[in-house]
């Protein structure tokens, strides 16, 4: 699915592109609002992003599955040299290293915002309203024509996709946000 990205400093206008996009047959499961005010996005019954969303959870656990299951090849290829069990080491260890690698991957991405909202941060921090809407491609005309004919205080801001790419991002270094 394709992303769209629009951002909007009114809680009141978040509200109304929520009640315009529900009439489109948009559900609440293909658009999320992310900002510091969560407490305005409950009152106002507004679909805030998940904190999956927020941080970078699944794609740090992606590549933690990455790094940790090559370590665990390594280990099992060594061992398999050193003791010559062939059939459980390199599985084993396949699979030890991808299981820890996820959760520390997952562990760590905690700590950091999903790469995908990086370029959104100085507009959420400044109190702003992202709202995030997951079309497919035979609903993105509409969806556009609806947000620039009703809803033109909320600017587009971007596109992308909801695939979470591991080999994009940064690497856990803190996000530069100049």
């Known amino acids: 699915m394709k992303r ?60 933690g599955v990455i790094v940790g299951g090559l370590v665990g090849l390594v280990a099992g290829f060594l061992i398999n040299l050193a003791s010559g069990y062939p059939a459980l080491s390199l599985p084993l260890m396949f699979l030890i290293g991808a299981l820890f690698g996820t959760w520390l991957g997952g562990i760590l991405g905690q700590a950091h915002e999903s790469y995908k909202i990086a370029r959104f941060h100085k507009d959420i921090e400044a109190g702003k309203y992202l709202i995030m809407v997951d079309v497919h491609k035979d609903e993105e005309a509409k969806i556009k024509t609806v947000m620039k004919r009703h809803h033109p205080e909320a600017k587009m801001s971007g596109e992308g996709t909801t695939l979470i790419n591991p080999f994009k991002g940064h690497m856990g270094a803190p996000i530069d946000v100049k």
């Open 4 to 63: 769209i990205y629009y951002v909007t400093s009114i809680i009141d206008s978040a509200e109304k592109i929520t009640e315009d996009l529900h009439k489109e047959g948009i559900s609440d499961w293909n658009f999320h609002v992310l900002s510091k005010d969560k407490e305005g996005l409950y009152s106002h019954h507004v679909n805030s992003a998940r904190y999956w969303q927020e941080r970078d959870i699944v794609h740090s656990a992606l590549r």
